[in-house]
């Protein structure tokens, strides 16, 4: 059961970012009212995954490696490419009442850039290690045994962090469509009487 806890600790916060409005539901939800295809917003959740998951493998492979990071540094050059990203993006654009929700690869960079600013890899490093450095009687400790193991708590976290924004972004979009309901039919009412 000892052997569990890391795994459902990786889980735990894969679900955890997935509730954070930041991590993507948010966006996921807009493409699907936007576009008025409600599946436009599970189609959002491919890019965020790439995003996110290049992120925590990112800190996941130094981790197994044995490798440092300077936390502040790598959060500090997000943050900057970030701003760099929305300035650019900001630029020049006459404003608009509504935009086109950005490309797939500007959702994947988009999500790469929160993923890595707030350190999605780096707070799965206690959960990490008991599982890179654990004594396993199939595998000798090696660090392409403990590669594999990271990348595979990258799989699982992101999974996890996936199952929770797409739920999220359904029912944000199924309660988007009840409330425009609602006013439309208090549009009727009023108009009627």
Same mark, same amino acid.
């Given at each position: ?45 491919? #890019?965020?995954?790439? +995003? ?10 130094? /981790? ?35 935009? @086109? #929700? ?6 994947? /960079? ?15 490093? #206690?959960?990490?290690?008991?599982? =890179?450095?654990?004594?396993? #009687? ?19 976290? @992101? ?13 944000? =979009? ?8 609602? /006013?439309?039919?208090? +549009? ?6």
């Amino acid at each position: 059961m000892s052997n569990l806890w890391p795994w459902l600790a990786v889980a735990g916060l894969g679900a955890l970012h997935g509730l954070n409005p930041a991590t993507g539901w948010m966006f996921a939800a807009a493409w699907g009212v936007q576009s008025r295809d409600r599946a436009q917003a599970l189609r959002a959740l491919a #890019p965020i995954a790439a +995003g996110h998951a290049a992120s925590v493998a990112l800190a996941a492979a130094a /981790l197994a490696l044995g490798m440092a990071m300077d936390r502040i540094v790598l959060q500090a050059l997000a943050g900057v490419l970030l701003a760099a990203v929305a300035i650019y993006h900001l630029a020049g654009r006459k404003t608009r009442r509504t935009r @086109t #929700p950005a490309s797939h690869a500007g959702l994947a /960079l988009w999500s790469f850039m929160m993923s890595t600013a707030h350190g999605a890899g780096l707070m799965l490093a #206690p959960a990490l290690i008991p599982l =890179c450095m654990a004594d396993a #009687p199939a595998r000798a400790i090696t660090a392409s045994g403990s590669l594999a193991l990271a990348l595979a708590a990258v799989g699982v976290h @992101t999974a996890a962090m996936l199952a929770v924004t797409g739920v999220i972004a359904s029912a944000a =979009c199924r309660g988007f469509d009840a409330g425009a309901r609602l /006013l439309r039919r208090a +549009g009727e009412e009023t108009g009627g009487a």
